[in-house]
C-alpha cells in the first residue's frame, strides 16, 4: 500500500495521461469536463479512503482541508482504517454521506449564525448555487479517484466482500 504522497502522484498522473489523450485527440474542453475532472481532483485531493485513519496517523487528504481538518477525526473513532471506508461501493457512498452531513452541518449552522447576527446576503448568490445537470459528472470522477486509490492498495473489485 502506497503512502498518502504516492496516491496523490499516482492519481495526478494518471489524470495528466487521461487529460493529455483527450486534448490529443481534439476534444473539446466543456463543462461537463471540467466536472468530471473536479470531482476527480475532489476525490484526490479532500476526500481520500485515507481519512479513515483519524488521529490514528497525519493524512495529507485531511491537512488539506485546513482550519476544517478537525471535522474528519471523528470518522476516525466510528470507522476502523481500511475497513468500510476502503469498500468499493459502500466506502465512497459513506463517506460523501459523512462529509454532506457534517460540513453541509457546519456550514448551514454558520449560515444560521451570520442570519441571525443581521448579515444578508447578495441575492446572486442564490443564482449561482443553482444547480446544473451537468454537476453530475463530478460523481463518476470522484468514484475513479476513489476506485484508483482502492487498486493501489490491493483491493479488488471482483471480490465481493470488498463491496
Ligand atoms: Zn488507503
Known sequence: MPNGDTHTAINLGALLGLGGVYLALGLPWTPPAS???????????????????????????????????????????????????????????????????????VLALALFGLQAAGVTFPPTWNVRLTPQAFWWLALPGYLLAYWIHLWLDDYRPWRWREW
Open 35 to 105: 466536472a468530471l475532472v473536479g470531482g476527480y481532483l475532489f476525490g484526490t485531493l479532500f476526500l481520500t479512503p485515507d481519512l479513515d485513519l483519524g488521529h490514528r496517523a497525519r493524512v495529507r487528504a485531511r491537512r488539506n482541508w485546513g482550519a476544517l481538518s478537525a471535522l474528519w477525526l471523528p470518522l476516525g473513532i466510528l470507522v476502523k482504517h481500511r475497513g468500510v471506508i476502503h469498500t468499493w461501493g459502500r466506502g465512497p457512498a459513506l463517506l460523501l454521506l459523512y462529509f454532506v452531513v457534517v460540513f453541509g452541518g
